[in-house]
């Protein structure tokens, strides 16, 4: 599985859309790019994944580069609710997920 | 659908001792897989069980080993157990070992071993 890199923490208004970002460049041809999210003290949350087209459901958005090499976890409402660490993962299935260290998202009221 | 479950939710232990955990998948899923998670890390993986076999394994010794049941559920033993072990063990399904619908998971098992 390629490495991802992601920022340690960001913060976003409430209410306010969290645009969270994944560099991926050693990513390959056959690797999809998974989303997970993990409330604390809960399991993770899976929220969605893509090859190379961008993908929306009730949760999110993502948004993938038409290089790959980068993807954008959009959130078009934060609530305080959001409030996890959210980790970009990208691999050939979703068989072995390997974690990084994730993104601290902080949704201030 | 009662989701992944898992028990016990904590454990207390002492070096060299044995440890089980336990996991029911969610409903419909075939594929089991654990994860350790130590504090202020992402989760790491342990290995899956699919058709009660060892499918793949990750860098863990081999006292971790697992056990896949028919009715899928799924055991996690640790043997000889080391204060490094001390970690939140997560269990997650999935409704096959290549599905690319993502994993689920469970809430955890919080080991602490003294």
């Known amino acids: 599985d390629a490495k991802t890199t992601q920022p340690p923490s960001m913060d976003c208004a409430e209410g306010r859309a969290a645009n969270l970002p994944c560099n991926h460049s050693?990513?390959?041809?056959?690797?999809?790019v998974y989303w997970y999210r993990q409330i604390h003290s809960q399991g993770p949350q899976y929220i969605i994944h893509?090859?190379?087209n961008n993908e929306t459901n009730e949760m999110a958005s993502l948004i993938i580069t038409e290089d790959r090499k980068s993807s954008t976890l959009i959130l078009p409402h934060a609530t305080l609710r959001d409030t996890a660490v959210y980790y970009c993962i990208s691999s050939g299935s979703a068989r072995q997920l390997t974690f990084g260290s994730g993104t601290q998202l902080t949704v201030l009221p | 659908d009662a989701g992944v479950t898992q028990s016990p939710t904590h454990l207390i232990k002492t070096r060299g001792q044995q440890v089980t955990l336990r996991c029911s998948p969610k409903s419909g899923h075939d594929t089991v897989s654990w994860y350790q998670q130590a504090l202020g890390q992402g989760p790491q993986f342990i290995f899956q069980?699919?058709?009660?076999?060892?499918?793949q394994r990750g860098n863990f010794p081999d006292r971790f080993s697992g056990h896949q049941f028919p009715n899928y559920s799924s055991e996690l033993n640790v043997n000889a157990l080391l204060l490094g072990d001390s970690a939140l063990y997560l269990c997650?399904?999935?409704?096959?070992?290549?599905?690319?619908?993502?994993?689920?998971f469970g809430p955890g098992t919080r080991l602490t071993v003294l």
């Open positions: 893509g090859l190379k």
């Open positions: 069980y699919y058709e009660e076999e060892e499918r």
């Open positions: 997650a399904s999935s409704p096959s070992p290549v599905s690319l619908q993502g994993q689920f």
């Open positions: 050693t990513i390959s041809g056959n690797e999809y």
